[in-house]
């Protein structure tokens, strides 16, 4: 039974990381901390549902149309609301808007109840001895390992990634050395809103749907990107595969209802010890 829920800690931590992912490198080399990410995940888990239920598509090749989608509604939302933030709080409050207009809008779309996406995806699982790998989740792990990775190699090596890490710690001297700080704030936003995109995927593919769902994620997201360091991609892979172990362990041997105190009590220590974000 233990094995069996760290191998679930560990999947759901890679839905963790995949969640956590936009919203640690707008707040880490943006200071934009944006609730509405969330809120983008569900929005792209009901789309990856209408579109693989309406025209038999592979859940996974919706990805093709939704993600290039999402990229230029996070850009949009960069250019036209996030672009006017005085500061982190002034975020907050205006993605949190965002979430709840978003949070209506599915509503009112799909309507308040439950949506499984039946793909063969969530029938197959794997039998390793006496463990059980569900296909879904191993491939919500895989992906969140390989994002990861390549947002990683992408911000210590290659030309934007630098730019963005410049342009976080002073702007104006980036600026200053031929950085157009816009731009990379534009791209910075629309990865972001990407990677919400293929969180939704594997929420879908994992999860059953409903709106009200979405706020369930955030305050558990929040501790893992916070205990990762913002901006570290690594770190934030790491936090949320130690958090959900945590969590599934704690569930294991006690009461689901005690799984929320492992994300919040880690939160707590680690801004006492570190309270520099």
């Known amino acids: 039974m233990i094995g069996q829920s760290l191998l679930a800690g560990l999947f759901t931590g890679g839905l963790y990381a995949l969640l956590g992912l936009g919203l640690s490198l707008t707040w880490g080399l943006l ?153 990379v704030a534009l791209l910075l936003a629309g990865l972001s809103s990407a990677y919400a995109a293929v969180a939704g995927l594997f929420i879908a593919l994992n999860h059953t749907l409903a709106p009200a769902q979405i706020y369930s994620w955030i305050g558990v997201v929040f501790a893992a990107v916070i205990i990762g360091r913002l901006g570290n991609a690594l770190g934030l892979l790491a936090a949320s595969i130690f958090i959900a172990a945590s969590e599934a362990l704690t569930m294991a041997v006690t009461a689901p209802g005690w799984a929320p105190l492992v994300s919040f009590t880690l939160l707590i220590v680690i801004l006492l010890l570190r309270p520099e974000l």
């Open 31 to 183: 200071r934009v901390i944006n609730l509405a990410n969330f809120a983008l995940a569900f929005l792209g888990a009901y789309l990856t549902y209408q579109l693989a239920t309406a025209l038999r598509l592979d859940p996974i090749l919706t990805l093709v149309a939704i993600v290039p989608g999402f990229f230029v509604v996070g850009v949009v939302l960069e250019e036209g609301f996030l672009r006017l933030r005085i500061d982190e709080l002034t975020s907050l409050i205006v993605t949190f808007g965002l979430t709840v207009i978003l949070e209506s809008l599915i509503q009112w779309i799909w309507t308040a109840d439950f949506r499984r996406l039946e793909s063969p995806y969530m029938r197959t699982s794997l039998k390793l001895g006496t463990i059980y790998v569900g296909l879904g989740g191993l491939l919500a792990f895989v992906a969140a390992v390989a994002l990861t990775l390549a947002t990683w190699a992408w911000l210590r090596w290659s030309y934007l990634g630098k730019a963005a890490r410049a342009c976080a710690q002073d702007g104006p001297i980036a600026g200053a050395f031929g950085v157009n700080r816009r731009r």
